[in-house]
């Protein structure tokens, strides 16, 4: 069954980067968009920037999120992490600009932490 793998979440501080990785098994992420979205503590899920299928990057602010066709990975490059940027990171496959309930699959999710 499709489903991603993320990792490299953890502890950053603030101003520090960190790079988070998804692997896609079961499909190849290039003939999908793909979203990394976040959820903090006690707020709704929500999406931090969405890759569509004929893009191999994008730039929203701090964020860059990227995607290894070959290796069938993306990526979501943080730099000047703030605490506010806590949350569980996800990435998932679906359509740029669809409710989040539109996305059919996730991963398990990766912690990021920056302490105030």
């Known amino acids: 069954q499709a489903h991603f793998v993320e990792s490299g979440g953890g502890l950053a501080q603030p101003g520090g980067s960190l790079r988070l990785s998804c692997v896609a098994h079961g499909f190849s992420v290039d003939l999908y968009d793909i979203g990394w979205f976040r959820q903090a503590p006690g707020m709704r899920r929500e999406v931090v920037l969405c890759?569509?299928?004929s893009a191999s990057s994008s730039v929203k602010g701090r964020f860059t999120i990227s995607r290894d066709n070959p290796k069938n990975m993306v990526y979501l490059q943080m730099d000047n992490l703030k605490p506010e940027d806590t949350a569980i990171y996800y990435c998932?496959?679906?359509?740029?600009?669809?409710?989040?309930?539109?996305?059919?699959?996730w991963g398990q999710g990766t912690q990021v932490t920056v302490p105030s």
């Open positions: 890759l569509n299928d």
């Open positions: 998932a496959r679906g359509m740029c600009g669809r409710r989040i309930t539109e996305w059919d699959y």
